[in-house]
């Protein structure tokens, strides 16, 4: 059996609804149970919960055997939809402030494509 790009595909986009709604879901009940469980052990359940949900549905669907192989296989994908929920988020917020803080550190002139830089050393 060939894995086609469009399956590939399919599970990337998957699994980024997943994380989505792990995410979620792990809000909801953080305000539910009023923060009594640590995030990353809610955050861990709900996320195997809902990708072997998932890929349950996905086997009935399309009438696919949910061997033992399959669903170890969507274990440890919940195990990375589980990781990117609990550190996905975090880094990808970082990355953003990163990026803001070098568009914010550059230096704004109408110089015509020179480096503000270039300008001083040319004036000495």
Not at 23 to 28: A, D, G, L, S, W
Not at 54 to 78: H, K, N, R, T
Not at 86 to 109: C, H, N, R, T, W
């Amino acid at each position: 059996m060939m894995i086609s790009i469009s399956q590939i595909s399919a599970v990337i986009a998957a699994v980024g609804v997943l994380v989505a709604a792990v995410n979620i879901v792990v809000e909801v009940l953080k305000k539910l149970t009023w923060e009594k469980i640590p995030t990353n052990i809610l955050a861990f359940i709900v996320s195997e919960v809902l990708t072997l949900a998932a890929f349950l549905a996905y086997c009935q669907i399309y009438a696919v055997p949910a061997a033992w192989y399959s669903v170890f296989g969507a274990i440890v994908g919940g195990i990375m939809v589980s990781y990117a929920a609990m550190f996905g988020y975090d880094k990808f917020k970082e990355a953003l402030k990163g990026v803001q803080s070098i568009v914010e550190a550059s230096p704004k002139s109408d110089s015509g494509g020179k480096d503000p830089a270039d300008e001083k050393t040319e004036n000495k």
